[in-house]
């Protein structure tokens, strides 16, 4: 394997690997607080239409991706108004979310179908770390501001969770909203902020495929990513550090289903990151406690004062 | 309790029946309202797409007809849905278990060397064969390894999608078919029988509504609907009564996979009469029954009628593609809606508003 190839895989990795970042950053916070969003899918893509239709409109791939991060949070937000305070079934809520924001995207999106985006937003080079040998090619060159954004705030997100009081207050709503809610936290507010923050998250990831990944609209275009995005989630055990490397590995196995296709026929290789997504979950079940930390004490289960 | 003026508002245990039903018609209108929105957003009068619709699919025998032939997929993976629904496996993967059911099907219609009689029986049986086999894997996933079954079953989709890309781009790609990917048609002895000029395949219409009473007796009368039931509400009470986990839930997902796979069946030996690309062997069958099996309340014999509700949606999304020039993707925009309200209401069916007695407390 020459080293030429190697650094564009890990380049084009990296790459694929933003909207799977973005979007489980997004999920751990929302699961972090008890509520599952099974609808991410609906709300990346979404976010992807919102972002190209914006961008496409205005010219400024910056206020596609703005468009984008309103859309998915304003998608999360009827989630938990539905969730948090109709305390409907989360599960059913987030596949509502998801059939709806496909099929919506799909409708809206018809007229634009197969267009490339005028403006995409444009790559960058990092001055210096660029020059380093192998490392500043395979790293710091041709990709967009979102790559180190997503890194940066996937530190951010860690510290404020596990190392402010503001990471408390979540974590244990998660965890035991009645008790929570004893010391006089307000469980639906934080449940209602971290499942916006989900999907503005989710929104960003999405637009970024359309404004800068692939820049253009194509329906479906985030082909399950949503889903991978919630197996990261466990993947991860809910910490955004190992979100990061979660997401680049994915990002490098959606890669190579596209490198590959010289050897290997390529309707199999773009099933690898799903299968993949069941092994991991799988042997992270095998290595029982010690790999997987326990899921928040309360996800999935709505909170009603009074009631135990 | 809540005081309003003279009316308590309280919660109730248990809905009684008329509630629920009420309920729900009411949330599936309030849904047709919010889609009424949809088609103004688009353009077209609400009264003239919903009379057009009724029009043309209740109104003639070649629309119920198509309502019908919508109806048995979303039959046969409802069913099966509610069953898993009940023991509170989260089986997302009926499009996957369909498609299995597809790919078995296409293998002994096209491969198999049997004589003609068997042929049919054969590709039915292998069909519940390989949608039970992909049912049973998130199961064991879920009772040995703890994978979350949303996830594996999801996944499994994605997977057996690409399968049948795979077969029928390569090697199942049918020699006479000139480059398109399809497999070689369907020897007739392979292919259902269908109701005179309709695309109804009776058969497999009658092993689903078969299989919705064959299930709901087993739910209400037998230990193992019982066992199934309390695997699904309490947990805890099923180790404690000695319930096995692992044989409960595989007999669930054998049931549950084997019956969306009959679906796949069916699309393939009655409609296309081949194996072909997934999104037109199922249009998103299995996603759709998650929702049929939710507004049925875990009936498998509701799931009939709401099967029949959304098979009535999807005539409705081709007519609307021919007659008003509409986009077929405003189907899955209605059946997002119709789930959005369904759920929204389940809060309703658990208070009741009632006159309050002179001086009844306050609380």
């Known amino acids: 394997m020459d080293l030429g190839w190697l650094v564009s895989t890990v380049s084009r990795a990296l790459a694929f690997g933003v909207p799977l970042l973005w979007g489980t950053l997004g999920e751990i916070y929302a699961e972090r607080s008890g509520v599952v969003n099974l609808g991410v899918e609906g709300m990346m893509i979404l976010g992807a239409y919102a972002g190209f239709a914006v961008a496409q409109t205005v010219g400024v791939p910056a206020l596609g991706l703005l468009a984008a991060a309103v859309v998915g949070a304003a998608a999360a937000l009827w989630h938990a108004f539905l969730t948090v305070t109709l305390r409907a079934n989360q599960y059913v809520s987030g596949l509502a979310l998801t059939l709806f924001g496909l099929g919506l995207a799909g409708l809206l999106g018809r007229g634009w179908e197969g267009k490339p985006l005028r403006v995409p937003l444009g790559a960058i080079t990092v001055p210096g770390l660029a020059e380093i040998p192998v490392l500043g090619p395979m790293l710091f060159v041709d990709q967009t501001i979102l790559t180190y954004l997503g890194v940066l705030l996937a530190v951010i997100l860690w510290v404020v969770l596990f190392r402010t009081r503001w990471g408390v207050v979540i974590r244990s709503v998660g965890e035991s909203p009645a008790t929570a809610d004893s010391l006089g936290i307000n469980v639906t507010l934080v449940r209602y902020l971290c499942v916006a923050l989900g999907g503005l998250l989710a929104g960003v990831g999405g637009g970024y495929l359309s404004v800068a990944y692939r820049p253009s609209w194509t329906e479906g275009m985030t082909a399950g990513m949503g889903w991978i995005v919630i197996a990261l989630t466990i993947f991860a055990s809910w910490d955004p550090l190992r979100a ?16 590959l296709q010289a050897y290997v026929s390529p309707e199999l290789l773009k099933l690898m990151p799903y299968a993949f997504a069941i092994l991991v979950l799988a042997v992270s079940g095998f290595g029982g406690a010690r790999w997987r930390r326990r899921a928040p004490g309360s996800l999935g289960i709505p909170y009603v004062r009074g009631e135990r | 309790m809540k005081r309003i003026g003279p009316l308590i508002v309280e919660r109730r245990l248990a809905p009684p029946r008329h509630v629920v039903f009420g309920v729900s018609v009411l949330a599936v209108v309030v849904a047709l309202l919010l889609a009424a929105l949809v088609f103004w957003a688009y353009g077209v009068s609400p009264w003239r797409a919903y009379a057009e619709i009724g029009r043309g699919t209740l109104g003639t025998v070649g629309g119920l007809s198509d309502i019908v032939r919508r ?34 099907a296409s293998g002994v219609a096209l491969f198999l060397r049997v004589p003609d009689v068997l042929r049919l029986p054969l590709v039915f049986l292998a069909g519940f064969g390989a949608g039970a086999v992909w049912a049973v894997i998130p199961a064991l996933l879920r009772v040995k390894l703890q994978v979350n079954e949303v996830i594996s079953t999801l996944m499994m989709n994605y997977i057996m999608a690409y399968i049948v890309e795979w077969l029928v781009h390569g090697p199942w790609k049918g020699p006479t078919m000139r480059g398109f990917a399809y497999t070689d048609m369907f020897p007739v002895a392979a292919r259902l029988p269908l109701i005179a000029g309709t695309r109804v395949h009776w058969p497999t219409l009658a092993v689903g509504v078969a299989a919705a009473l064959v299930v709901g007796l087993i739910l209400s009368r037998t230990r193992l609907g019982y066992e199934v039931r309390v695997v699904g509400q309490s947990p805890d009470a099923a180790r404690y009564a000695g319930i096995s986990f692992t044989t409960v839930l595989a007999l669930t997902m054998v049931v549950s996979g084997g019956l969306a796979a009959l679906a796949g069946v069916g699309e393939v030996a009655g409609i296309h009469w081949r194996l072909r690309s997934p999104s037109h062997i199922s249009m998103g069958y299995g996603y759709t029954a998650i929702i049929v099996a939710w507004l049925a309340r875990g009936s498998p014999v ?24 509409l986009p077929f993707q405003i189907t899955g925009v209605f059946n997002g809606l119709i789930l959005f309200s369904l759920i929204s209401s389940d809060l309703l069916m658990y208070w009741r508003i009632r006159w309050g007695k002179k001086g009844e407390a306050w609380t």
């Open chain 2, 302 to 325: 509701a799931a009939i009628l709401t099967a029949l509700l959304f098979g009535l949606i999807f005539a409705a999304g081709d007519l609307m593609k021919s007659t008003l020039g």
């Open chain 1, 244 to 259: 990061i490397w979660g997401a680049f590995f994915f990002g490098a196995l959606y890669h190579l289903s596209f490198r």
């Open chain 2, 71 to 104: 109806a048995i997929p979303l039959i046969l993976c409802g069913v099966g849905l509610t069953l898993a629904f009940r023991a509170q496996f989260w089986n997302i993967g009926a499009e996957g278990q369909l498609l299995a059911g597809a790919v078995a």
